[in-house]
């Protein structure tokens, strides 16, 4: 297991996540599968993963207490665990003493060794910020009274949106956990994210490495490429390999079902083998062959022109991100947003299509943008 420091410790490169534990049929609130994650965790401490992350809402609040009780028969200096406040609930009112009660109790343990204030982004920034609640406040207190050991955030927000945090707790945030691979890396431009916090010096944590899966399953074509020049590994595995090319990432999460997963992770963190330049060219033709992306490239000439004044690039960038593979991410940042600035503010009026240099459609796309969120989210 290949380990790295983080202050005075070392922790296993790759961490276990326990947002997609095995589970007794399908659906969100499907019972963990108790006994098989067991046995996963079990075969993870035997081959070196000493961290492992849950979180509150985790498979529908119940990944804390699993894997608190799984971890509660190996000895408590012996691994790490994390979890997070979850502010992305936006509520009118919280009890932050509560909740981080509730959690301690449900992992079994007295302290966290590492603890997340969860997603920051556009539509809950001002809960954190709100001295009404005192969230981050209250968990500033609890790393000083030792229940925390270190304190972070993760986050799927906007860059602007991440520097203000930081602007404002940076001081106390000893780590960033963002959701980072090599589709992403253009999809949602997480490059300058990764630049920006390497540039502050902030340790990095990794999730969703494979994107969910996108990129560990890919056609014979594909495939075909990457056999090639690394015969011996899977698809999965070059995610991995693009992560140990970056430097400032300490922890790359997997949120693994199978012991199968666990055990081929684990063959990948047996060493260090990042990608070479030629194989990162190869990465970069794949990358581009899976995104039929608008090809905005945020002059903002259209913005100059909107009479409603939409952040046009912003919302084709969700727009990209949620065609490609929808989810969460996107409902969830159109969400955060006023109203009158979500897509289905566009007027139609076709000036921003008139002044746009790479000729995008771009009230066609607003609209179709729309009608996917309306079919599909929960976020409103």
């Not at 992992?107 to 910020?129: A, K, M, P, Q, S």
């Not at 949620?322 to 007027?347: L, V």
């Not at 729309?370 to 079919?375: F, T, V, W």
Request: net charge negative.
């Amino acid at each position: 297991m290949i380990y790295l420091d983080f202050q005075d410790k070392k922790i296993s490169a790759l961490g276990f996540g326990g947002m997609r534990l095995p589970t007794i049929g399908e659906g969100f609130s499907a019972p963990v599968n108790e006994q098989e994650a067991a046995k996963m965790v079990e075969v993870a401490i035997k081959n070196g993963i000493n961290y492992f992350d849950t979180a509150y809402g985790y498979h529908a609040g119940a990944s804390e207490r699993v894997l608190g009780q799984i971890l509660s028969n190996y000895p408590r200096d012996s691994y790490y665990l994390a979890s997070k406040f979850p502010g992305y609930e936006v509520r009118e009112s919280w009890d932050p003493k509560a909740q981080f009660e509730e959690q301690l109790e449900k992992c079994g343990v007295d302290y966290f060794d590492f603890y997340l204030i969860h997603n920051v982004y556009e539509r809950n920034i001002e809960v954190y910020f709100d001295e009404r609640w005192g969230i981050v406040e209250y968990l500033i207190e609890q790393k000083k009274n030792g229940r925390i050991k270190h304190l972070g955030f993760s986050t799927h927000g906007l860059k602007p949106t991440i520097e203000r945090f930081i602007e404002r707790y940076g001081e106390h945030m000893e780590f960033c956990q963002i959701q980072l691979n090599y589709l992403d890396w253009k999809l949602q431009k997480t490059n300058e994210i990764y630049e920006m916090l390497v540039e502050k010096k902030i340790p990095i944590w990794v999730m969703e490495p494979v994107r969910g899966g996108a990129l560990a399953n890919f056609d014979d074509e594909k495939t075909a490429k990457l056999r090639e020049l690394r015969p011996d590994e899977s698809s999965a595995a070059w995610a991995f390999r693009f992560l140990q090319g970056l430097p400032g990432v300490v922890v790359t999460l997997s949120g693994m079902s199978t012991l199968e997963q666990v055990e081929e992770n684990i063959k990948t963190y047996e060493m260090f083998k990042p990608l070479t330049a030629e194989e990162q060219s190869v990465v970069a033709e794949i990358r581009d062959s899976m995104l039929a992306m608008l090809p905005c490239t945020a002059c903002k000439y259209c913005c100059s022109e909107c009479p409603q004044e939409l952040d046009i690039p912003t919302l084709l960038h969700h727009y990209n991100d949620h065609k490609f593979q929808p989810g969460f991410i996107a409902p969830m940042a159109i969400a955060g947003m006023d109203e009158e600035k979500r897509p289905g503010a566009c007027i139609e009026c076709g000036q921003c299509k008139q002044v746009c240099p790479q000729n995008i459609d771009i009230p066609t796309a607003l609209k179709d943008f729309q009608k996917m969120l309306d079919e599909g989210s929960a976020w409103g």
